[in-house]
């Protein structure tokens, strides 16, 4: 079984597009994590939900909307997509938001603005 | 704030041969440091990391990796690699920010394992 997985693995679109991208996770967790891995593979955080909460928001343009429907999900709708967007992007979680509990990633939406 | 410098960005070695992989870090507080693999179209997978204890920490897979608090280091080692080694292998740094941890990535080092 798979524990974190993302849907879709590749998303291609055009600029100016609105898309989303899916995370779920079967390891009972309580923190999730979207990451942000550019073409030099440079792995930035984005934001964290604890408890479906936002408890780390990075500096990301507010056209990136990360919404947690429960503790097993974690999705983020991006507006107005840029060419500066093409990267992947990992879901991540863990148990609790200390450094004791290892993330835990998913296999990436790897999205491509044409 | 934290950062993470991985010194080599490509370290290519022959099968069988000693590896290290070098990271330092800079951190004015508590010390969390972790070293993840990510084997090609796949995401991070934990390979080992320190919180406290033992200086030296292992992995399942034969790596190790020696927290140096004086020269600012955690350093991945293997004796002996083999051709499954190649990934790309990130150090990190754990952050905490209002009780929330977020790990603060180097720049990754491409392991590539030569027959």
């Known amino acids: 079984d798979t524990a974190v997985s993302q849907t879709p693995k590749y998303l291609v679109t055009q600029m100016g597009n609105d898309k989303s991208i899916k995370c779920e996770q079967n390891l009972g967790h309580d923190t999730m994590y979207w990451y942000k891995q550019d073409s030099k593979k440079f792995l930035k955080i984005m934001f964290s939900?604890?408890?479906?909460?936002?408890?780390i928001n990075e500096t990301v343009p507010n056209r990136f909307s990360p919404k947690s429907p429960d503790k097993a999900h974690l999705n983020l709708h991006i507006n107005s997509l840029e060419l500066g967007d093409s990267a992947v992007y990992f879901c991540?979680?863990?148990?609790?938001?200390?450094?004791?509990?290892?993330?835990?990633f998913g296999d990436g939406t790897r999205l491509s603005i044409l | 704030a934290q950062s993470v410098t991985q010194l080599d960005s490509q370290v290519p070695v022959f099968e069988e041969a000693p590896v290290e992989l070098r990271c330092n870090y800079s951190s004015s507080v508590s010390v969390y440091l972790f070293w993840y693999v990510q084997y090609p179209n796949q995401g991070l997978q934990l390979l080992l990391k320190?919180?406290?204890?033992?200086?030296l920490v292992e992995s399942i897979n034969g790596f190790e990796a020696e927290f140096n608090k004086s020269q600012t280091s955690f350093h991945l080692r293997k004796p002996s690699v083999h051709i499954s080694d190649t990934a790309e292998y990130f150090c990190a740094v754990s952050e905490i920010i209002q009780g929330a941890q977020k790990l603060v990535f180097g720049q990754g080092t491409r392991l590539t394992i030569n027959p």
């Open positions: 939900y604890n408890n479906k909460e936002l408890i």
């Open positions: 320190y919180l406290s204890g033992s200086t």
């Open positions: 991540a979680s863990s148990q609790g938001t200390g450094p004791r509990g290892a993330q835990h």
